[in-house]
T-cell receptor, first 117, second 116 residues
Framework: AQSVAQPEDQVNVAEGNPLTVKCTYS??????LFWYVQYPNRGLQFLLK??????LVKGSYGFEAEFNKSQTSFHLKKPSALVSDSALYFC???????????????FGAGTTVTVRA | DVKVTQSSRYLVKRTGEKVFLECVQD?????MFWYRQDPGLGLRLIYF???????EKGDIPEGYSVSREKKERFSLILESASTNQTSMYLC???????????????FGPGTRLTVL
């Protein structure tokens, strides 16, 4: 079984401040981890993914995420938030072991980020 | 760029109606998915398909069926719509994996369905 927890429903930050969105995961084997962003009334847009290798992954729009195996976490970060980063963010996990269902992602409940000017 | 399109952005139906949601992708992806998105619940997988005419149930298939007659098109069917099926429906597709590659799911813009 695989699952994701996003412990914060909402994150509020001031523009220019660092932004962190938390994610912890559970999988039987090694994880593939993903972050997606959803702007109002839009579909999900891919931000970044962790497969293997360097624990710090860089993605779109200046976002990065750090994989921590011991803490089973994959927190999304941005050094300096913009008002335009206000959106709904989803973390997702997939078990890295090959199987017939190996494209199925499990998503967290989502975190709403609000960046105030 | 991958493009996943959904037939309607907004849809209003009556209880008991049969509802079709269409999804088309233009990148020859083998795998396609239907999710529903509800506040506080994230995305939940309804059905997925890994090839033409193939389908598998996801986590919440009850009340839904799907059809995949062509590779590029994946349809979600609500045989008899109910008010608890009011939700945002998202379609996604992904290229079949090759050794050593982990591909990304690409999403359509979503269909917000209201059942009255």
């Amino acid at each position: 079984a695989q699952s994701v927890a996003q412990p914060e429903d909402q994150v509020n930050v001031a523009e220019g401040n660092p932004l962190t969105v938390k994610c912890t995961y559970s999988v039987s084997g090694n994880p593939y981890l993903f972050w997606y962003v959803q702007y109002p009334n839009r579909g999900l847009q891919f931000l970044l993914k962790y497969i293997t290798g360097d624990n710090l992954v860089k993605g779109s729009y200046g976002f990065e995420a750090e994989f921590n195996k011991s803490q089973t976490s994959f927190h999304l970060k941005k050094p300096s938030a913009l008002v335009s980063d206000s959106a709904l963010y989803f973390c997702a996990v997939r078990d890295a072991r090959p199987s017939s269902n190996d494209y199925k992602l499990s998503f967290g409940a989502g975190t709403t980020v609000t960046v105030r000017a | 760029d991958v493009k996943v399109t959904q037939s309607s952005r907004y849809l209003v139906k009556r209880t008991g109606e049969k509802v079709f949601l269409e999804c088309v992708q233009d990148m020859d992806h083998e795998n396609m998915f239907w999710y529903r998105q509800d506040p506080g619940l994230g995305l939940r997988l309804i059905y997925f398909s890994y090839d033409v005419k193939m389908k598998e149930k996801g986590d919440i298939p009850e009340g839904y069926s799907v059809s995949r007659e062509k590779k590029e098109r994946f349809s979600l069917i609500l045989e008899s719509a109910s008010t608890n099926q009011t939700s945002m429906y998202l379609c996604a597709s992904i290229l079949g994996g090759t050794s050593g590659r982990v591909n990304t799911q690409y999403f359509g813009p979503g269909t917000r369905l209201t059942v009255l």
